[in-house]
T-cell receptor, first 116, second 116 residues
Framework: AQSVTQPDIHITVSEGASLELRCNYS??????LFWYVQSPGQGLQLLLK??????LVQGIKGFEAEFKRSQSSFNLRKPSVHWSDAAEYFCAVGAGVTGGGNKLTFGTGTQLKVEL | KAGVTQTPRYLIKTRGQQVTLSCSPI?????VSWYQQTPGQGLQFLFE???????NKGNFPGRFSGRQFSNSRSEMNVSTLELGDSALYLCASSPPLAGGSTDTQYFGPGTRLTVL
């Protein structure tokens, strides 16, 4: 069974500072990995995804993530945070090409607060 | 292209009643998945429909059911509502992929269900 761990429930950073949100996954085969962001009262917006290939993926809003198979991690980074980045961030894993369809397993989320 | 739409956006029901939620996927998408989001359990997968057939199912009781129509629109139904069913119900759609591989899911804004 697949699982995702986001160790940080809350993170506070100052505007302009760099950001790294941690995500560790557990899955026997090659996973498909996603980062989504959710603003209060809203649905989930896709930031970026990793299916295969280059392990450093670029997303929207200046975010990037790096897939490290040896560490079972897929951490999200941004070099300079903007106040509008305050939201909840979710890491998710899918079964990939093993025929598991579109079932995603989500982490518990990291709430990001940005101080002005 | 219009995004995923969900109706209604807000719903208040009482215990024992039943409820039906609707989801219209992005045009051309044939896979629709449903998720339940609560503060205590986080984001949990309910089920996925592809070409009018349930392809995946999460660990929810039989009170939760769904269906998909020939135009890919989907409905989910919860019978005999319990207080614990209060949640944000999110629908996501994905483009068709052969072999049941995971693809990117695009989420709607959700339906907020409150059970009194």
């Amino acid at each position: 069974a697949q699982s995702v761990t986001q160790p940080d429930i809350h993170i506070t950073v100052s505007e302009g500072a760099s950001l790294e949100l941690r995500c560790n996954y557990s899955y026997g085969a090659t996973p498909y990995l996603f980062w989504y962001v959710q603003s209060p009262g809203q649905g989930l917006q896709l930031l970026l995804k990793y299916f295969s290939g280059d392990t450093l993926v670029q997303g929207i809003k200046g975010f990037e993530a790096e897939f490290k198979r040896s560490q079972s991690s897929f951490n999200l980074r941004k070099p300079s945070v903007h106040w509008s980045d305050a939201a909840e961030y979710f890491c998710a894993v899918g079964a990939g090409v093993t025929g598991g369809g579109n079932k995603l397993t989500f982490g518990t989320g990291t709430q990001l607060k940005v101080e002005l | 292209k219009a995004g995923v739409t969900q109706t209604p956006r807000y719903l208040i029901k009482t215990r024992g009643q039943q409820v039906t939620l609707s989801c219209s996927p992005i045009s051309g998408h044939r896979s629709v998945s449903w998720y339940q989001q609560t503060p205590g359990q986080g984001l949990q997968f309910l089920f996925e429909y592809f070409s009018e057939t349930q392809r995946n199912k999460g660990n929810f009781p039989g009170r939760f059911s769904g269906r998909q129509f020939s135009n890919s629109r989907s409905e989910m139904n919860v019978s005999t509502l319990e207080l614990g069913d209060s949640a944000l119900y999110l629908c996501a759609s994905s483009p068709p992929l052969a072999g049941g591989s995971t693809d990117t899911q695009y989420f709607g804004p959700g339906t907020r269900l409150t059970v009194l």
